[in-house]
Structures are given as structure tokens and as C-alpha cells.
Nanobody
Framework: QVQLVESGGGLVQPGGSLRLSCAAS????????MYWYRQVPGNQRELVAS???????NYADSIKGRFTISRDNVKNTGYLEMNTLKPEDTAVYYC?????WGQGTQVTVSS
């Protein structure tokens, strides 16, 4: 059974940082592209970043230069380091590996 478990979300002030994790099990994590998406209620899910098995990363323009995606293929875990957070980054963040999704973790940026 495939499981993707996100963690690391929370409430942070504008300008702050958070690090999200996505722990994978039941899937050959190292052979799959990993994605981070985010979704605000009433809006479509937005692709934030992706990283190939070899470590090639791509980013949405809205977060480029502030967020960093990474992965540890030994630990079967992916990460999203988020810096200089803005209120508009508030959303539920989801990881995706292959065709499988995690349950999401809430990130709230507010003073």
C-alpha cells in the first residue's frame, strides 16, 4: 500500500520559513518524479515545484528564488524548504509521487 505523509506545515509570520517533508512508503520513490502542489479553497490545485529522480528541479514563477525542493532517495523522503513566506503562500500543500498523493499539510502565513 502506497503512503505519502506530509509534515511540517503550520502558522508562520510573513518573512518566516518552513520546511515541509513528504515521507513515502510502498512505492519506488527513487524512480519517480516528486511534485509539490498547493491549493487554496475555491481554487485549482497549483503546481509549485517538481524534482526528478536525478535531482533536476523546476519551480513555479510565483515561488522561484524563495522555495527549494529536494529529495533523499535513501530515506524515501522529499522536502520543500520555504523561505521569505508571504500571506499569499497560505494554502494546503500536497506532495505527489507518481500517481499518488499525500493528505496535505496546512501552511498559514499571517501576522
Amino acid at each position: 500500500q502506497v503512503q505519502l505523509v506530509e509534515s511540517g506545515g503550520g502558522l508562520v509570520q510573513p518573512g518566516g520559513s518552513l520546511r515541509l517533508s513528504c515521507a513515502a512508503s510502498g512505492i519506488r520513490f527513487s524512480m519517480n518524479v516528486m511534485y509539490w502542489y498547493r491549493q487554496v479553497p475555491g481554487n485549482q490545485r497549483e503546481l509549485v515545484a517538481s524534482i526528478t529522480s536525478a535531482g533536476t528541479a523546476n519551480y513555479a514563477d510565483s515561488i522561484k528564488g524563495r522555495f527549494t525542493i529536494s529529495r533523499d532517495n535513501v530515506k524515501n523522503t522529499g522536502y520543500l524548504e520555504m523561505n521569505t513566506l508571504k500571506p499569499e503562500d497560505t494554502a494546503v500543500y500536497y506532495c505527489r509521487v507518481g500517481l499518488f498523493w499525500g493528505q496535505g499539510t496546512q501552511v498559514t502565513v499571517s501576522s
